[in-house]
Nanobody, 124 residues
Framework: QVHVVESGGGLVQAGDSLRLSCAASGFTFSASAMGWFRQAPGKEREFVAAISSLSRRIVYADSVKGRFTISKDNAKNTIYLQMNSLKLEDSAVYYC?????????????????WGQGTQVTVSS
């Protein structure tokens, strides 16, 4: 069955960097776009970044553009989120998700399988 599993979260200081990983299995990874979302306490889940099936198109939320980088390694069935210059407002549970199709999209209803989430906490 389909599984997506995030890892790499932790406690860091503002200005530091962190890299999240998402290992996928149970489907043809190279044929699926993937995305990262996050949710902070008391807030709705928000889009962070998405990447097309073959990494030809990447989309970022304005709040992370220039600081975060999404990448996709089809040989390893893994996507990554490199987070630099972290801010307090980046603190959230980060979720990896599989898209229904091949395009990088921002809407959560375009994703059908979600990981369990990994906590990122940024302190001052």
């Amino acid at each position: 069955q389909v599984h997506v599993v995030e890892s790499g979260g932790g406690l860091v200081q503002a200005g530091d960097s962190l890299r999240l990983s998402c290992a996928a299995s149970g489907f043809t990874f190279s044929a699926s776009a993937m995305g990262w979302f996050r949710q902070a306490p008391g807030k709705e889940r928000e889009f962070v970044a998405a990447i097309s099936s073959l990494s030809r198109r990447i989309v970022y939320a304005d709040s992370v553009k220039g600081r975060f980088t999404i990448s996709k390694d089809n040989a390893k069935n893994t996507i990554y989120l490199q987070m630099n210059s972290l801010k307090l407002e980046d603190s959230a549970v980060y979720y990896c998700a599989r898209n229904y199709g091949i395009f990088a999209t921002t809407r959560p209803d375009a994703y059908d399988y979600w990981g369990q989430g990994t906590q990122v906490t940024v302190s001052s």
